[in-house]
């Protein structure tokens, strides 16, 4: 069964930092691009980043530009989304998500979802 399960969500202050995992079952990390998206209630979901299957980042948001770094780690074969200088706009539902062959920012070209971690930035 092929899947990702996200987890490091949770309550930080601004300024705070983050890291986020997307763990794979069922296939490798290096098969498939790998994105990082989120979603605030009322909202869509939004593409915050993505990871090639060559291991490059292929973009980031503007708004988290210099603050959000993609990684992955094939030995765990994890994705990782590091997460600096949080501010409370990024409170939201963060997902990761696997697609073939290319990183997309749409929702509908990926192929399979994880379950999500809530992040909050609050004081």
């Known amino acids: 069964q092929l899947q990702v399960v996200e987890s490091g969500g949770g309550l930080v202050q601004p300024g705070g930092s983050l890291r986020l995992s997307c763990v794979a079952s069922?296939?490798?990390?290096?098969?498939?691009?790998i994105g990082w998206f989120r979603q605030v209630p009322g909202k869509e979901r939004e593409g915050v980043s993505c990871?090639?299957?060559?291991?490059?980042?292929?973009y980031y948001i503007d708004s988290v530009k210099g603050r959000f770094t993609i990684s992955r780690d094939i030995a765990k074969n994890t994705v990782y989304l590091q997460m600096n200088n949080l501010k409370p706009e990024d409170t939201a539902v963060y997902y990761c998500?696997?697609?073939?062959?290319?990183?997309?920012?749409?929702?509908?070209?990926?192929?399979?979802w994880g379950q999500g971690t809530q992040v909050t930035v609050s004081s």
């Open positions: 069922g296939f490798t990390v290096d098969y498939y691009a």
């Open positions: 990871i090639r299957i060559s291991g490059d980042s292929a």
């Open positions: 998500a696997a697609s073939r062959p290319v990183c997309s920012r749409h929702v509908a070209e990926y192929d399979f």
